[in-house]
């Protein structure tokens, strides 16, 4: 597609379900980012995808989240046990290899609630 | 490590006036800093970027950036605000990693 494509753009789970949130970044583009975006918060990293190499989770908050990137394209964010606090949009982004020169890209975000 | 603050949690501006967000970063050398816009319910749109030399960078949407090393700033500037330009406005930089840290935001109100 021309853009970083996120899916479900929302959802809404009860307390305790487990999420799945899909990201399909820029073709060709080997970087794909995750943050997180609360309310009146600005973007929280996630976890970070480059190529065939292993991912940086350093941002994950907890073991209650994981990420993995198949094929190097498209990316799956699982939330187990969702807490009320895991409500935010979660935010997908691509790049080209990285280097100084390359923007970033985001997609519009999945909204997730937590009822 | 690098961090970025935007000082405004808030801007409101008449439309036709002139613009300025503040943003300013934490890091050891020169970064790279960015500007994003994020109008309701979109993604992050790239505004501007700044890498090296000129330290008066042009963006799209009639938006310039000026590093200022020694204040450890890059504010964003418009001299006439239009009422699109209602959005959330999101400072960047990035330092040792590939991975950019991004500010809290500055809201702009626009009153026509």
């Known amino acids: 597609g021309a853009g970083v494509s996120q899916s479900p753009s929302n959802k809404v789970t009860e307390k305790g379900k487990d999420v799945e949130l899909r990201c399909d970044p820029i073709?060709?583009?080997?970087?794909l980012y995750w943050y997180r975006q609360s309310l009146g918060q600005g973007l929280e990293f996630l976890i970070y995808f480059q190529g065939n190499s292993a991912p940086d989770k350093s941002g994950l908050p907890s073991d209650r989240f994981s990420a993995e990137r198949t094929g190097g394209s498209v990316s799956t964010l699982t939330i187990q046990r969702t807490q009320q606090e895991d409500s935010a949009v979660y935010l997908c982004a691509s790049s080209l290899e990285p280097g100084i020169g390359n923007t970033i890209y985001f997609g519009e975000g999945s909204w997730l609630t937590v009822v | 490590a690098q961090s970025v603050t935007q000082p405004d949690i808030h801007i409101t501006v008449s439309e036709g006036a002139s613009l300025e967000l503040r943003c300013n970063y934490s890091?050891?050398?020169?970064?790279?800093l960015f500007w994003y816009v994020q109008s309701p319910g979109q993604g992050l749109q790239l505004l501007l970027k700044?890498?090296?030399?000129?330290?008066l960078v042009q963006g799209i949407k009639g938006f310039e950036a000026e590093f200022k090393r020694s204040q450890s700033s890059f504010n964003l500037r418009k001299p006439s605000v239009h009422w699109s330009d209602a959005a959330e406005y999101f400072c960047a930089v990035l330092g040792g990693s590939y991975i950019p840290t991004f500010g809290r935001g500055t809201s702009l109100i626009v009153h026509p």
């Open positions: 890091y050891g050398a020169t970064p790279y």
């Open positions: 073709s060709g583009h080997t970087a």
């Open positions: 700044y890498f090296s030399g000129d330290t």
